[in-house]
T-cell receptor, first 111, second 115 residues
Framework: QKEVEQNSGPLSVPEGAIASLNCTYSDRVSQSFFWYRQYSGKSPELIMSIYSNGDKEDGRFTAQLNKASQYVSLLIRDSQPSDSATYLC???????????FGTGTSLTVIP | GAVVSQHPSWVICKSGTSVKIECRSLDFQATTMFWYRQFPKQSLMLMAT?????????EQGVEKDKFLINHASLTLSTLTVTSAHPEDSSFYICSAREPGQETQYFGPGTRLLVL
């Protein structure tokens, strides 16, 4: 079983819609969770981190964490064509250690 | 956010030569840096964890004698691909972490093409 799993997509949403990206992880004691965006040919850039159960909002982005279900998601409101990218979920099982990355979900926002 | 740079951004070399890639944390000191490799259409693959002042920790299947990592200062880690071959052609990306923090900040990456 992979440590972090994501639906590879591709996920297509119309401009202005809400894009929902999901991620599950296997290590129940994981403490830190991160969402990165990677444009084609570029390196990942941090979108958000989340550490506690519940929702965390930053502009059009909302991260949701449910540790009991071992599930973390990213919602993108009012999706824009510029949001078209691959979104990587990363989990840090133990503070100070390496991240486990999912394979990423490819999102296309259709104008 | 923290800024991480990489140099060079592109490198083309002949098979058998060695290539050095630098990763710098520009506005913070990074006791730990990570080196990743990414092939087209694939996810990030962690190659090694670079710790300042000590030997790097390599992931299973990564040859430490082929991919030499040196983390000589708190702001610089280098990856040297020795005797590069065409199958080493890839996108190499480093990341750095601030002391006491968990977030990894990525450099812009280095594209290596071995002819």
């Amino acid at each position: 079983q992979k440590e972090v799993e994501q639906n590879s997509g591709p996920l297509s949403v119309p401009e202005g819609a809400i894009a929902s990206l999901n991620c599950t992880y296997s290590d129940r004691v994981s403490q830190s969770f991160f969402w990165y965006r990677q444009y084609s040919g570029k390196s990942p850039e941090l979108i958000m981190s989340i550490y506690s159960n519940g929702d965390k909002e930053d502009g059009r982005f909302t991260a949701q964490l449910n540790k009991a279900s071992q599930y973390v998601s990213l919602l993108i409101r009012d999706s824009q064509p510029s949001d078209s990218a691959t979104y990587l979920c990363a989990v840090n099982p133990t503070a100070g250690n390496q991240f486990y990355f999912g394979t990423g979900t490819s999102l296309t926002v259709i104008p | 956010g923290a800024v991480v740079s990489q140099h060079p951004s592109w490198v083309i070399c002949k098979s058998g030569t060695s290539v050095k890639i630098e990763c710098r944390s520009l506005d913070f000191q990074a006791t730990t840096m990570f080196w990743y490799r990414q092939f087209p259409k694939q996810s990030l693959m962690l190659m090694a964890t670079s710790n300042e002042g000590s030997k790097a920790t390599y992931e299973q299947g990564v040859e430490k004698d082929k991919f030499l990592i040196n983390h000589a200062s708190l702001t610089l880690s280098t990856l040297t691909v020795t005797s590069a071959h065409p199958e080493d052609s890839s996108f190499y990306i480093c990341s750095a972490r601030e002391p006491g923090q968990e977030t990894q900040y990525f450099g812009p990456g280095t594209r290596l093409l071995v002819l």
